[in-house]
């Protein structure tokens, strides 16, 4: 955000540009911002998931609030976290669809967690154990996962940002707590 209010991004076609709050006829800067408070952090956590790249979830949390900025006026009242979520989803698939992110970033170690300060080391290292169960499974599965477990939501709800009937999501997430749990038997014996 540029002193004065207005936010200045990177338009691939036409350069940079400004966000004046005078251009805001779509969304209503306080209602922007209102809405960032509220959900960057949720959009930011949920590219990292997928991205495993700080500097690229944050590309894709600007992306994604830009787009918000942009076309907010199609947004229902009270779906603003789903609809913002969806497009996160949706740019994060779009990278990795990108030939150089598949080349370069394959490679890469899985994510890491960041554990709390209160926990103790046998709660890390269940979650750290958890996490890279998580990362090995099928991105279907791990987005399912990471959309109900990490950011709470519903069935209903997942089904509807991504579009597809509930029974999908409710079979994805099934057979993902199967694979989790024989990838945790075979962390648990190699051990």
């Known amino acids: 955000m540029k002193p004065g209010g207005s936010f200045v991004y990177m338009d691939k076609r036409q350069g940079v540009k400004t966000l004046d709050e005078n251009v805001s006829a779509q969304l209503g800067a306080a209602q922007f911002e209102t809405l960032y408070e509220q959900y960057a952090d949720d959009v930011l956590r949920m590219a990292y998931f997928y991205l495993a790249d700080r500097h690229k979830a944050e590309d894709v949390c600007q992306d994604v609030f830009v787009k918000l900025y942009t076309h907010g006026h199609t947004i229902e009242p009270g779906r603003e ?78 089904a509807q940002m991504l579009n597809l009937p509930e029974g999908t999501i409710s079979s994805r997430l099934s057979r993902a707590r199967k694979k989790l749990s024989v990838l945790l038997k075979e962390e648990e014996q190699g051990e």
Not at 100 to 112: D, F, I, N, Q, S
Not at 122 to 148: G, H
């Open 81 to 158: 976290k789903a609809w913002l979520l969806r497009v996160t989803v949706n740019c994060c698939r779009d990278l990795w669809r990108g030939a150089w992110l598949k080349r370069v970033v394959l490679g890469a170690p899985t994510l890491e967690l960041i554990p709390s300060q209160d926990e103790t080391i046998e709660q890390k290292e269940e979650k750290a154990e958890l996490m890279r169960a998580v990362n090995k499974l099928p991105a279907a599965f791990r987005e399912t996962v990471l959309l109900q477990y990490y950011q709470g939501l519903g069935i209903s709800e997942i």
